[in-house]
């Protein structure tokens, strides 16, 4: 089974910084990987499918990056609305074991 | 407006079956593959299994091999999840989820779950 390691698991910012999370995997895969946002007790949100390509509806300061086996999530710029569970997933299956964004 | 809604979440003691059902709406349910994922309490999300748009092909993770079953019917526009054989790791809030298009997909609507409870 193909592995997913995110980092880092806890990210303390503050609103307008740039936010960096990563994510590994254990084999290739390509660009089939897909970013979410999950905020307590909803369901997760779509942010970036194919690696890099943004969701309709999702602020242009989300963006994503890489192939191979490993791959970014940046936001530009932090807003209040974005602090959350982000988790990152390789089209086959498995999820990263998520980067909780906290207020710094 | 797509919609997406879960039921047949309950209380089950260990070892026993249940049934989740996923209707969905407002689209065109047999054009796009559909997934299931699961999350414990305060745990991160797992992938539990998905099928493809007609029904053909079906992919389940380790965990839900050999005791967890996907089915759809597109007539009816609702997927399926049998569980068998529960155990108590099996706990969790399950969603259904339909795919961007057909396997392998991002998903791009999610539901609001429904929760499995196995304890005796």
């Known amino acids: 089974d193909i592995q997913m390691t995110q980092s880092p698991s806890t990210l303390s910012a503050s609103v307008g910084d740039r936010v960096t999370i990563t994510c590994r995997a254990s084999?290739?895969?390509?660009?089939?990987l897909a970013w979410y946002q999950q905020k307590a007790g909803k369901a997760p949100k779509l942010l970036i499918y194919?690696?890099?390509s943004l969701e309709s509806g999702v602020p242009s300061r989300f963006s994503g990056s890489g192939s191979g086996t490993e791959f970014t999530l940046t936001i530009s710029s932090l807003q209040p609305d974005d602090f959350a569970t982000y988790y990152c997933?390789?089209?086959?299956?498995?999820f990263g074991q998520g980067t909780k964004v906290e207020i710094k | 407006e797509v919609q997406l809604v879960e039921s047949g979440g309950h209380l089950v003691q260990p070892g026993g079956s249940l049934r989740l059902s996923c209707s969905g709406s407002?689209?065109?349910?047999?054009?796009?593959?559909m997934h299931w994922v699961r999350q414990a309490p305060g745990k991160g999300l797992e992938y539990v299994s998905a099928?493809?748009?007609?029904?053909?092909?079906?992919y389940y993770a380790d965990s839900a091999k050999g005791r967890f079953t996907i089915s759809r019917d597109n007539s009816k526009n609702i997927v399926f999840l049998q569980m068998r054989s529960l155990r108590a790791e099996d706990t969790a809030i399950y969603y259904c989820?339909?795919?961007?298009?057909?396997?392998?997909?991002?998903?791009?609507?999610w539901g609001q779950g429904t929760l499995v409870t196995v304890s005796s």
């Open positions: 989820a339909k795919g961007r298009l057909v396997l392998p997909a991002a998903m791009d609507y």
């Open positions: 407002g689209f065109t349910f047999s054009s796009y593959s």
């Open positions: 099928i493809s748009n007609n029904g053909g092909r079906a």
């Open positions: 084999q290739n895969v390509s660009t089939w």
């Open positions: 194919k690696a890099s």
């Open positions: 997933q390789q089209y086959a299956g498995t």
